[in-house]
């Protein structure tokens, strides 16, 4: 499918090539599934950039996508709301999640996880819908004092650059990994 828009060249026509219409209708549903997933590949991998004409229609969540690429699942060490900060431990042979204050966060969680249980973290990249206090689009936010918070200062013992805001509830998550 060497359809223009679509990063990957697939290697057949845009189109079904036969003279048999029960089989080209056939065909055409096939195809038009493979462009569907094609698209979805160039999306959600970000290897082709959105067409400027619709940036105006695209929530932010949409476009920063890089999670992805970033999920682990780890087994908690206590209890983790969605969108909460996420630190990663070495308990006892074991390597734990838990929520992260005074310790460094590696990521956020992607639901809530009861402690003893798996759940998925996000460890770079994407977009939270942050539940807590509203945020200030552009403020630069950190690690908070409280468990798998974040805060618009800088913490103690801790100050680690988490993100930024990019709405009232959604902040772009970059944590500074040093």
Request: proline share 6%; glycine share 12%.
């Amino acid at each position: 499918m060497a359809a223009a828009g679509y990063s990957t060249n697939l290697g057949i026509p845009a189109m079904p090539q036969t003279q048999d219409q029960d089989a080209f209708q056939e065909l055409l549903l096939l195809y038009r599934a493979v462009q569907v997933l094609q698209g979805a590949l160039d999306q959600y991998t970000g290897v082709l950039a959105q067409p400027q004409e619709v940036w105006s229609q695209i929530p932010p969540q949409a476009t920063l996508i890089a999670s992805n690429l970033f999920r682990l699942y780890r087994l908690f060490e206590e209890n983790v709301l969605a969108g909460q900060m996420v630190a990663i431990n070495f308990t006892g042979g074991i390597v734990l999640a838990g929520a992260a204050a005074g310790r460094k966060c590696r990521g956020w969680s992607t639901g809530n996880v009861t402690a003893g249980n798996y759940g998925e973290i996000i460890c770079f990249g994407g977009t939270i819908t942050y539940p807590g206090t509203p945020l200030v689009p552009g403020d630069t936010y950190w690690l908070g004092n409280a468990l798998g918070t974040i805060a618009s200062a800088p913490g103690a013992p801790l100050a680690q650059v988490i993100g930024y805001g990019i709405t009232t509830s959604i902040l772009a998550f970059m944590p500074q990994t040093v």
